[in-house]
């Protein structure tokens, strides 16, 4: 969720009823020496508790001392160290997934992360392996296990896969029996329903939403419906959509204090929101030219009213 999850985004999910909330990975070294980009990664309201800071790298000693500096730095609630992430740039640094190859330094990392931040807990991400020839997420969740992580989130996929394939959610369910602490299931949860067959089916504590809730983030309130009394609320008319695009953009203008840099960074969240729309390809090279709130809001109550009677606009 690099480069969506900020803390507008967050508030917005927290509003549609996410329970708990991660900031974008941040590197041990942007933290040690406390630069800009890392303090917009870093930012948040008081309004998004639960809230934890994931930290990525594989030295453990450089990782324990940015664990301590950033409780003294923003007080998170808790800290999420990210062995998932199958990015090149990431990896190769001896990150993320990459510790899914040794699990050593992987038990010296969590070990020393653990004692560092103390009292506050440590959490993990981790995807099943490395490749299908290496599934070694019940190995790997028995060591964050004995190294002090109070929570393990698991992504059915391996590094090689990437977002490509099938989450293995089989695979899951074998880490939540493997386990004492809870495990949080990843991986393709698209509705309510996905939720509801999971957690059934697997026996995990909860679920972890990514990829679904940048196209649509009202999953979240369709998921807590469901969770209560176990009816899905239909969902949101074209016109609900649109208030809330146009809501998040302002938002973000609000938070940037830039119109111009916000509406050009939020163009690519443009485009996942249109997706499933009625002449989405058309809608999609307007967006990627928009430029302000005022020519949003046109584009809305166009596409809001045509998709209400079933026409596109030109």
Known sequence: MA?????????????????????EFVSAEGILHRNARTQYYLDFHEEERPLGVQLFGG???????AARAVIDWVRPDFLDLNFGCPVNKV??????SALLRDCPLLAR???????AADPVPVTAKIRIGWDRNSINAEETARILEESGVRRIAVHGRTK????????DWAVIAQVAAAVKIPVIGNGDIAGADDVLNRRRETGVAGVMIGRAA?????????????????????PPSPVEKWKFICAHCAAEIAWRGDEIMAMRSMRSRLMAYTRGMPGGARLRERL??????????????LHGESQTVGTIPA
């Not at 480069?3 to 909330?21: P, Q």
């Not at 030295?59 to 001392?65: G, H, I, T």
Request: negative net charge; hydrophobic residues 40%.
């Open 3 to 23: 480069g969506v999850t900020n803390t507008v985004f967050r508030r917005l999910c927290k509003a549609k009823g996410a329970d708990v909330l991660t900031t």
């Open 59 to 65: 030295e453990p000693e450089r990782l324990a001392r």
């Open 91 to 96: 990896v190769c640094k001896n990150g993320g």
């Open 109 to 115: 990392v969590a070990q020393a992360v653990v004692k």
């Open 160 to 167: 090689e896969q990437g977002y490509s394939g099938e989450a």
């Open 214 to 234: 940048m196209s649509h983030p009202w999953i979240f309130s369709e998921i807590r419906a469901a969770l209560e009394n176990g009816e899905i609320p239909p």
């Open 288 to 301: 990627s030219h928009v430029g302000s709130l005022a020519e949003l809001e046109d584009i809305a109550a």
